[in-house]
């Protein structure tokens, strides 16, 4: 079989990369996907198994850190396409350890432009690079990012994303690489790492643990599917103009206390519990460092120049989100033994 495009998608066994993965592989098959990935904690096979055994699908073990791994990987597989999702993704992970986001997000997308740009001759070829809102900055209660907001990083981790953001397009200024960078709000749904507040919460509640809440619980995020941020990651590569940026977010925004609560409700129910049993879990705990207050998205620009919308309504997002883990316990159990237990104790304590 030849293939139209090889396309390295890095971060693939992660929670938005595998989503990325699934949909590309069912829904290209003249496309050879190959899903370059470290396994880090956060990286799983296991999210891939349904699709592993298709023909146009491909699991290389590398490190986006190592310029042997990315020559191997090019040349094996005649990369023609990157879609970079690979990162360190956990602000509070940032707090107690930058470097390692300093080597992946910066040292490590440095690293696959750099390949990039050595192996692509002739045109044709897309680099799409996967950032965060996060890269914006705190909101105030009014307003909200667009593409020309300015950027003003807080936490290492969103530091480390607008750095990266910053030399994808500087090799598109300075090269002419093509580039495209699109910057997501908070993403929800199935394979999500426990660590990252939906399905910590999920979690803690179905083992009655308490549901810690940072700060007093106001700070606001604007949560998407996430298997509509893997439908605009395939938009924007698609027919994104090269050297542009797209925001993509949910118009979706929630108190933390509130989605908590609701969670709660939710769950009640599934877990046959009584009204207001969960609720008593919630424990407002130390605030993380330089919270950021709110973030929120204005993704007009993606809607109205390639036609992209959210598809799913949060409150239907939310329920086969607990649906999914409910039935997946056994995917939760597996990454919340080990390395888990010790992070959990240390944040937590
Ligand atoms: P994740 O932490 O779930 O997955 C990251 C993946 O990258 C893992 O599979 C891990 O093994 C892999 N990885 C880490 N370091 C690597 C390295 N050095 N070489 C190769 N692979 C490596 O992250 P996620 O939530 O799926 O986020 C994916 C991307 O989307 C990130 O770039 C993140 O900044 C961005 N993003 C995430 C969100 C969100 O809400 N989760 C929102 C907007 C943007
Ligand atoms: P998180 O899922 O870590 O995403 P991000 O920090 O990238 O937005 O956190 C979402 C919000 O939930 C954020 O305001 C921090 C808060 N939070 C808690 O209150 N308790 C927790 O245990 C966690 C992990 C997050």
């Known amino acids: 079989m030849s293939y139209t495009k090889n396309i390295l998608i890095t971060g693939g066994a992660g929670f938005i990369g595998s989503h990325v993965i699934r949909l590309f592989v069912n829904k290209y098959p003249n496309y050879r996907i190959i899903n370059f990935d470290k396994l880090t904690y956060a990286g799983n096979l296991k999210n891939l ?3 592993e055994e298709k023909s146009n699908y491909v699991f290389f073990k590398g490190d986006i850190c190592s310029t042997k791994d990315l020559k191997n990987v090019f040349t094996t597989y005649s990369i023609t396409d990157v879609i970079h999702l690979a990162a360190e993704s956990h602000v509070d992970r940032s707090i107690e350890g930058p470097m390692e986001f300093v080597m992946t997000n910066v040292v490590g997308t440095v690293n696959l432009l750099q390949t990039a740009k050595e192996n692509w001759i002739e045109e044709g070829h897309v680099f799409y690079h996967v950032s965060t809102d996060e890269v914006f900055g705190s909101l105030g209660s009014e307003g909200l990012f667009s593409e020309t907001t300015s950027y003003d990083p807080r936490s290492p981790y969103s530091a480390s994303k607008a750095s990266s953001d910053h030399f994808v397009r500087a090799y598109f200024h300075t090269y002419g690489l093509p580039v495209k960078i699109s910057n997501c709000s908070n993403n929800y749904g199935s394979h999500h790492f426990p660590e990252k507040l939906i399905p910590l919460i999920i979690n803690n509640i179905f083992n009655n643990k308490p549901l810690p809440i940072y700060g007093k619980g106001d700070n606001i995020r604007d949560w998407l599917w996430v298997e ?10 698609h027919n994104g103009k090269l050297g542009e940026s797209y925001n993509v977010g ?25 009204e207001g049993t969960n609720e008593k879990l919630i424990t407002f705990v ?5 919270h950021d207050a709110r973030y929120a998205i204005d993704a007009s620009k993606l809607a109205n120049d390639l036609g992209w919308k959210p598809s799913v309504k949060f409150e239907e997002g939310l329920e086969k989100t607990v649906d999914w883990y ?24």
Not at 228 to 237: V, Y
Not at 286 to 290: C, F, P, T, V
Request: with cysteine.
């Open 250 to 274: 949910g118009l979706n925004e929630w108190t933390n206390i509130d989605l908590v609560k609701y969670l709660c409700k939710i769950l009640d129910k599934k877990l046959n519990r009584s």
């Open 326 to 349: 409910l039935a997946n316990m056994d995917w939760v159990s597996e990454i919340t033994s080990g390395e888990y237990q010790d992070y959990y104790t240390k944040m937590y304590r």
């Open 286 to 290: 130390k605030d993380r460092a330089g």
């Open 49 to 51: 198994k349904d699709i």
């Open 228 to 237: 509509d941020h893997a439908l605009a990651i395939d938009t924007i590569f």
